[in-house]
């Protein structure tokens, strides 16, 4: 990654399987990525996380024998 742009790429879309798709996409064109783009994509990806683990918390809770 050593090509510098001076615009941040676009935020990753899709399925998880997209984001890796995307991310290898940039690494293979030697894009530098800012921390800060990084960051932002972190805390998509953990927001996303979490939202998952509250549905299947949910899913569990409803189907508990009382």
Do not use: C, F, H
Request: hydrophobic share 40%; glycine share 4%; aromatic share 6%.
């Amino acid at each position: 990654m050593s090509e510098s742009n001076a615009a941040s790429p676009d935020d990753l879309t899709g399925t998880v399987d997209e984001w890796i798709a995307q991310l290898a996409e940039l690494e293979a064109q030697g894009v530098t990525l800012p921390a800060e783009w990084l960051r932002r994509q972190l805390g998509a990806a953990l927001t996303a996380w979490a939202d998952a683990e509250s549905r299947i918390d949910i899913d569990k809770e409803a189907r508990e024998d009382y």
